[in-house]
């Protein structure tokens, strides 16, 4: 089904997208809900291609502290909360820090530097002052304080997709696994992650999905993937999807 979409580069790509006012929805499915709905896609729709590659491997390290701060806030559902990972390009051995914050007003704030890849699983000192400078807007204590150490790392394929006439954009994410800093780690090979990003207009791939009764998903890879393999840790927030999608799990330690 990819294979016959037409390419389009990532300057392209970034050039039609990127001035879209955007609205991010999250589905998550099995492999076979997932080619049902994408055999239906318009011919029109391209798809990112680089080097002839149209999937590409990513990988995070996701920092917290020993007591979790991170997770708890986003599982409880706090207004101030922060999210540091480094994310990593594997076949162009690109990777960044970033830095995920929202603040009293419920506005997200998204910034990234970057970063070296032989780094990507611990907070260098440039690291942690560029986290510094974002956390104290959130009066959080600087990442020294914190004892701010990787937690869990998330790795996937991703494929992205254009739709034609200013339908949005979408990443579809396949072969999942996490990896606890303990070496525990937990691979679901029948899950899939698409996650639509559109303008004003509901976008092409939404109204497709929600055709096949797929609705958007309360789900993050961090979030999600940690009360996956940590059952004693706060999980209403995504029981949900948890049942539904992380049921058929493989974990091994």
């Given at each position: 089904?990819?294979?016959?979409?037409?390419?389009?580069?990532?300057?392209e790509?970034?050039?039609?997208?990127?001035?879209?006012?955007?609205?991010?929805r999250?589905?998550?499915?099995?492999?076979?809900?997932?080619?049902?709905?994408?055999?239906?896609?318009?011919?029109?729709?391209?798809?990112?291609?680089?080097?002839?590659?149209?999937?590409?491997?990513?990988?995070?390290?996701y920092?917290?502290?020993?007591?979790?701060?991170?997770?708890?806030?986003?599982?409880?559902?706090?207004?101030?909360?922060?999210?540091?990972?480094?994310?990593?390009y594997?076949?162009t051995?690109?990777?960044?820090?970033?830095?995920k914050?929202?603040?009293?007003?419920?506005?997200?704030?998204?910034?990234r530097?970057?970063?070296?890849?032989?780094?990507r699983?611990?907070?260098?000192?440039?690291?942690?002052?560029?986290?510094?400078?974002?956390?104290?807007?959130?009066?959080?204590?600087?990442?020294?304080?914190?004892?701010?150490?990787?937690?869990?790392?998330?790795?996937?394929?991703?494929?992205?997709?254009?739709?034609?006439?200013?339908?949005?954009?979408?990443?579809?994410?396949?072969?999942?696994?996490?990896?606890?800093?303990?070496?525990?780690?937990?691979?679901?090979?029948?899950?899939?992650?698409?996650?639509?990003?559109?303008?004003?207009?509901?976008?092409?791939?939404?109204?497709?999905?929600?055709?096949?009764?797929?609705?958007?998903?309360?789900?993050?890879?961090?979030?999600?993937?940690?009360?996956?393999?940590?059952?004693?840790?706060?999980?209403?927030?995504?029981?949900?999807?948890?049942?539904?999608?992380?049921?058929?799990?493989?974990?091994?330690a």
């Amino acid at each position: 089904m990819i294979a016959r979409l037409e390419p389009i580069s990532l300057d392209e790509l970034l050039d039609q997208a990127a001035l879209l006012t955007r609205v991010d929805r999250k589905y998550a499915m099995t492999v076979a809900d997932a080619l049902e709905v994408l055999a239906e896609l318009p011919e029109t729709t391209r798809v990112l291609t680089m080097d002839d590659r149209r999937a590409f491997s990513y990988e995070s390290y996701y920092f917290d502290t020993p007591d979790l701060l991170s997770f708890r806030m986003a599982a409880l559902g706090r207004r101030r909360r922060f999210k540091l990972r480094t994310r990593s390009y594997v076949d162009t051995e690109d990777a960044f820090l970033e830095l995920k914050t929202r603040g009293a007003r419920s506005a997200t704030v998204k910034e990234r530097i970057e970063y070296g890849f032989d780094d990507r699983e611990e907070l260098t000192d440039e690291g942690r002052e560029y986290a510094a400078e974002g956390l104290s807007a959130l009066g959080i204590p600087a990442p020294d304080e914190l004892e701010l150490r990787p937690t869990l790392a998330t790795r996937y394929r991703r494929t992205t997709l254009l739709a034609p006439d200013g339908g949005g954009r979408a990443t579809i994410d396949t072969g999942l696994s996490w990896e606890l800093a303990d070496g525990t780690t937990m691979t679901l090979s029948d899950l899939v992650i698409i996650e639509t990003k559109s303008g004003q207009r509901t976008g092409d791939l939404d109204r497709l999905l929600w055709r096949h009764g797929i609705r958007p998903s309360t789900i993050s890879k961090y979030g999600t993937g940690l009360a996956a393999l940590r059952p004693d840790l706060p999980r209403n927030k995504w029981a949900r999807v948890l049942r539904r999608s992380f049921h058929h799990t493989a974990i091994a330690a």
